[in-house]
């Protein structure tokens, strides 16, 4: 059994964005280590969209989003992947591969949320569509999210070498 | 340098056959376009630009963001005039378009010219410029032709699109004569933070006005630097020229220069000058009478006294050789000291000039930059006068 990591090292942060952010909050506020400090707020509506991007395939085993207790933490989360140029219209529009609502408990205590590993075994791009938040207010506040599962099997170059001809 | 994609929406309607913009309100449109895709691809080269034409049977996108700009001069030949404009449609086409940029890290940019008056609802308008809000574009319009009709709708557009001051309204009102190429470029909603390199050049050298007296190193590069030299030049010289003063010195220029270099040393440094004084001269004593005297007193009292000073300085001998035109050139120095000052200084400043290639200094730009430069650094010196009291 692999074990399953933070695929915090996995997340290509250049090509990730977070939609209705606030303008000059950066993805990195919620997608880096540095957690709490920094927060993502909504800016026209209550509706988030977090697209991330990783530099690699991987299989996404469950995810953890942090967020206050106070009423803006999201509550219905619905999940997408391996979309292209990935805006609230599609969100709106399309079937998500999974749909969660989350509750106060799992947010303020940064419990796991697992993910059917079968449907996210080959994940180029995640994308989370935050639709409304625990309080129904305009805003909504994402403190952090984590993405934890296992890189899939790339080749790795270092241990390729050169084998002698056999005559 | 923002990197930018960018989609121009023209209004192509049969409203923009009117001629109240020079020759009619599309064909202007279409050389405001060659301006701003221009001005883009100039700031970047990899700054893309499409075009979009918003009425006819379906907004059409006439050409997908290029960063070439003959592309976008010969696309804007293939439209035609035809329709109304459908505006929520065509800002969703654009919207599309964007989003399916090439390169991600381009910031999404709608830029819509308005010249019909509106049909749709104040409501839609704001419903579409929070859904371009919430997808990051940001969005100018050009008001034009139909402006007072418009202007509460595309105003509450831009309140509702604005996210931190990067979508503008440029209303442009019917007036005759106005070109509306030229009302875009002056109001700098497309130049970069630098000043704009496109625009500065076609305003040319009226840009010499610059705030403080000194050209915009934009504008005119050349002028700017060679009028610096010719300022270092000449302070240079200066305060050559009081060390010799103060020296005593035996090398006589002549009468006249001799005046000139004074009037020089006075108007342009003052403080130097006192300073000078100070240091070979045995008015050591005199030193507090001088400066205590020198604040009350205005700028020309100040010159008067300082010039009573050095020419006490020069012992009799000299005085003599001056003589009698000495004191005739001084009265009527007295008289109008700023004149005199200002007359001779040109003159050196000529001089400087014409050893200097492709400066015509009869030019009135530089002859106006240059009175605007020796007001500065009077002020300059005044302020140095007060530092120095001070220390």
Redesign the interface.
């Known amino acids: 059994m692999t074990e399953f990591v933070d695929l915090i090292n996995s997340i290509d942060l250049?090509?990730s964005e977070c939609?209705?952010s606030?303008?000059?909050q950066e993805i990195t506020n919620i997608l880096k280590e540095d957690e709490d400090t920094n927060f993502i707020t909504s800016?026209?509506?209550e509706?988030l969209l977090v697209n991330i991007q990783f530099k690699q395939k991987v299989r996404v085993h469950s995810i953890i989003v942090r967020a206050e207790g106070d009423g803006t933490g999201p509550q219905m989360m619905k999940v997408f992947q391996n979309q292209f140029?990935f805006?609230?219209e599609e969100a709106q529009s399309l079937k998500p591969t999974h749909k969660f609502k989350l509750i106060k408990r799992a947010i303020t205590e940064g419990k796991l949320i697992r993910f059917k590993m079968v449907r996210f075994s080959n994940v180029g791009s995640l994308h989370l569509f935050f639709e409304n938040n625990l309080g129904g207010g305009k805003v909504t506040k994402i403190k952090q999210i984590t993405v934890v599962g296992v890189p899939l099997e790339t080749a790795n170059i270092s241990k390729i070498q050169s084998v002698e001809e056999k005559k | 340098m923002v990197l930018e994609a960018c989609v121009i929406l023209i209004d192509n309607s049969s409203y923009s056959r009117n001629g109240d913009f020079a020759p009619n309100r599309f064909l202007s449109q279409i050389d405001s376009i060659s301006f701003i895709a221009g001005s883009k691809i100039q700031q970047n080269r990899v700054n893309t630009v499409g075009i979009l034409s918003m009425s006819g049977r379906r907004p059409d996108l006439v050409l997908a963001p290029t960063n070439d700009v003959g592309q976008v001069l010969i696309a804007t030949n293939k439209i035609q005039i035809e329709g109304k404009i459908d505006l929520i449609s065509s800002i969703e086409i654009a919207q599309l378009s964007l989003?399916?940029r090439s390169n991600?890290?381009h910031a999404q940019r709608i830029v819509m010219f308005v010249a019909s008056p509106l049909e749709e609802k104040k409501e839609d308008l704001e419903k579409i410029g929070?859904?371009l809000?919430?997808?990051?574009i940001s969005i100018d319009v050009i008001n034009f032709g139909e402006t007072e009709r418009n202007e509460e709708k595309l105003s509450a557009l831009i309140d509702n699109a604005n996210?931190?001051d990067n979508c503008h309204l440029l209303s442009v009102p019917t007036s005759t004569g106005i070109i509306l190429a030229d009302q875009i470029q002056g109001s700098g909603i497309f130049s970069s933070s630098s000043g704009g390199m496109g625009g500065g050049y076609e305003s040319g050298f009226g840009g010499g006005g610059y705030a403080g007296g000194m050209v915009d190193p934009n504008v005119d590069p050349e002028l700017a630097m060679v009028l610096q030299m010719s300022l270092e030049e000449e302070r240079q010289r200066q305060s050559r020229l009081q060390q010799e003063n103060n020296n005593n010195n035996n090398e006589k220029e002549g009468n006249e220069e001799k005046q000139e270099e004074k009037k020089m040393d006075l108007e342009e440094t003052e403080e130097s000058s006192q300073n000078s004084n100070k240091n070979e001269n045995n008015e050591t004593k005199e030193e507090p009478d001088m400066f205590s005297q020198l604040e009350g007193l205005t700028e020309e009292e100040q010159m008067e006294l300082i010039m009573k000073m050095s020419l006490e300085e020069m012992g009799n001998e000299e005085l003599e050789q001056l003589g009698i035109p000495n004191e005739e050139e001084e009265t009527e120095k007295e008289k109008d000291p700023e004149v005199q000052n200002a007359l001779q200084d040109e003159d050196l400043v000529d001089s400087i000039l014409l050893s200097l290639p492709g400066v015509d200094p009869e030019n009135e730009e530089i002859t106006e930059t240059i009175n605007n430069i020796k007001k500065e650094s009077n002020d300059e010196e005044k302020d140095k006068e007060k530092k120095n009291e001070n220390d």
Do not use: C, V
């Open positions: 250049k090509n939609l209705n606030e303008p000059n800016d026209t509506d509706q140029s805006g609230f | 989003k399916h991600k890290e929070s859904q809000r919430k997808a990051s996210s931190g």
